[in-house]
Structures are given as structure tokens and as C-alpha cells.
């Protein structure tokens, strides 16, 4: 309607790689900074996000799983977090819906973050496969000219993964590594976690509090309430 603020969602793909509190921690990160979201779960990472989290991800309940999982702790404890999933602010399109708004580039959409990202989602956004809807609005992303965030969670890494990634970051997307730095002074397994979420988050520009940065002084991440 005239005069209404359109919505335009962050899309979030979470893929099959190990990783899932990565993706809880940009998805807290971004509802918070007043973000809008557009939720896409790939079949393999509803599997990792069982075996992760025991939590069942269903297309039917997705709300209530989602604040389910958002509410837990990297280290999986129930009721850390408090988060407000009413109204618009998230919304859930099924992997196999490739009729869904992020799968055309006429779709209002902000930019894509696939956290993690594991080596076949790579693969099939490097080649452009769009075998389900996470790669088709990667493909979407990268043809709009939108930011792509890919945060790569595999070790080691083969010679043609590492090609897929040079022709991602040639493509125009962050290539961003799921690699925790410790000069932040971490001292829970969240401060790791929220570190790589907080990196992702800076590579798309969105205001956070998830980690310290970095101020040039030497020692200070070793120093309590530095």
C-alpha cells in the first residue's frame, strides 16, 4: 500500500554442515538489529540440526521449532535466549518450494547469508545447479547483484572446493571462513560461536554487539572485564 515501508528480508539458508548454533547466532543477531528474515532450511541441515540439537525441524511447526532452537545456547541448554518470533519479522519457505518469493530477483530481499555452508551447497551455487531453493536464491542473489555471505564449514579442504570458492568470491560473494578467533577473550563456547556469527554479520553490514573487537593492545582478551 502507498506509504507502507516495504519489507526486505535478509535470506538465510542454512545447509547440511555442521554448524547449526552458527546459524541460530546470525539468525538472533540479525533480529535484533531490527532485521527482517526470510528462512530457508535445506534437508541435510534439518538432519544435522537433529543430531546437533535433537530438535525436529517441521514445516508445519516451524515457528515453534525455530524459537525452540533459537532460545538454546551453542552448548544446546534450553532457555538462554529470549526471542520474539511474532509477526512478519521471520518467514520459513520450504528447500523444495522453488516457487517461493526468494527464487525470483523481482523479490524485495536485502542479501543472502547460507550459514553454515557446507561443501555441496558450495558446489551447487558455484555451478549454478539450483537443485532446491537455498542454491536458487543463492544463483538469485548473485545475479541481482545482492550480498552473498558463505560461511564455509568444512576441514580440510579439496583443490576443487577451493576452486568453487574462487569462483564464488570472483561472482562478487564474502567468502567467510566458520573460524572462531580467540584475541576476543573467549571463555564459553558462545563467545566462539558468536565471533564467526558477529564476522558474518559485519560482511553484511549489520550493527551487532556478538563479540569484542579487536582495539590494538596487546593482551587484552587475556585481561577479565578488558
Not at 83 to 88: K, T
Not at 115 to 143: E, F, M, W
Not at 173 to 187: C, E, K, Q, S
Amino acid at each position: 500500500m502507498p506509504g507502507d515501508t516495504p519489507r526486505r528480508p535478509w535470506i538465510v539458508g542454512v545447509s547440511g554442515a555442521s554448524g547449526t548454533p552458527y546459524a541460530a547466532a546470525v539468525l538472533r543477531g540479525l533480529l535484533a538489529a531490527g532485521e527482517s528474515v526470510d528462512l530457508v532450511v535445506s534437508r541435510a541441515a534439518r538432519l544435522t540440526l537433529l543430531d546437533e540439537t535433537g530438535i525436529s525441524f517441521r514445516d508445519a511447526h516451524w515457528r515453534e521449532d525455530l524459537r525452540e532452537w533459537l532460545e538454546r545456547g551453542a552448548d544446546s541448554k534450553p532457555g538462554t535466549f529470549e526471542v520474539d518470533l511474532d509477526g512478519d519479522r521471520v518467514r520459513y519457505w520450504s528447500a523444495g518450494d522453488l516457487a517461493a518469493g526468494p527464487s525470483s530477483g523481482s523479490y524485495p530481499a536485502r542479501g543472502m547469508l547460507i550459514v553454515p555452508a557446507s561443501t555441496a551447497c558450495v558446489a551447487g551455487v558455484a555451478l549454478g545447479l539450483s537443485k532446491d531453493l537455498l542454491q536458487r536464491a543463492a544463483s538469485v542473489t548473485l545475479k541481482e547483484g545482492r550480498p552473498l555471505v558463505v560461511a564455509v564449514r568444512e576441514t580440510p579442504l579439496s583443490g576443487q572446493t577451493l576452486r568453487q570458492l574462487v569462483a564464488l568470491d570472483d561472482a562478487g560473494a564474502v567468502v567467510l571462513p566458520a573460524t572462531p578467533a580467540f584475541y576476543a577473550g573467549a571463555t564459553h563456547i558462545q563467545d566462539l560461536v558468536d565471533f564467526v556469527a558477529g564476522r558474518v554479520l559485519d560482511a553484511a553490514g549489520v550493527p551487532h554487539g556478538l563479540y569484542r573487537r579487536w582495539k590494538g593492545e596487546l593482551g587484552s582478551g587475556s585481561r577479565p572485564g578488558a
